[in-house]
């Protein structure tokens, strides 16, 4: 079993890899000393080139996302447990933070609004959504979205939508919309997020 006593998993978004979030890893270890952070490439080549996704983009609409988070939801979560198994974090799940950026951010915010990931916390940058109804986060959930007002890639809206849905199925979410911000992940939203993780997973940030 591992001695950190947290574990925070990176999931990329679409056409990335795990390795261009281990950057962000890097910056919250020494932040959040004694936490463990994984970065896992997703389980499929991108189908638009070089990189990774979790589900394919060619042709997808509002009528068909849900299904294809659905379908990813085996990859993903095999994907998960074997970063569990690997860190000595099975069964220690009240312990363990996804943290995803867009396309890793809608399956973040999925496997908390299906219910199958009971993980201390999530936090979604410049995500959406995707989840079909019903929902059935854990009791207890807690979730934090970050998005940019000026994203072309996935509307800030989405996050504003996504807030209110969550609170509505009782999850505890904090959500921060920022200015002048496109679709990355800013300096400000990454202290937010550090700040966050901090106070879920009971880790003092250093400055």
Known sequence: MSTQPSLIILLHGVGSSGENLARLGDIWLEMLPGAAVAAPDAPFA????GGYQWFSIAGVSETNRAQRVEAARTAFDDTLNA????????????QV????FSQ????????????RWPVRAVVAFAGRLATAEPLSPPPGSAALLVHGDADRVIPAAETLLAAAT????????ESQIEAGVD???????ALKAADFLSRRLSIPVQA
């Open 104 to 115: 890793g951010a809608i399956m973040a915010l999925d496997a908390l609004a299906s219910g």
């Open 46 to 49: 991108f189908d638009g080139g």
């Open 166 to 173: 969550l609170r509505r199925h009782g999850v505890e979410v």
């Open 183 to 189: 679709h990355t992940i800013s300096p400000e939203g």
């Open 97 to 100: 933070a996804l943290v995803g």
């Open 83 to 94: 970063v569990l198994e690997r860190r000595g974090f099975s069964g220690r799940l009240d």
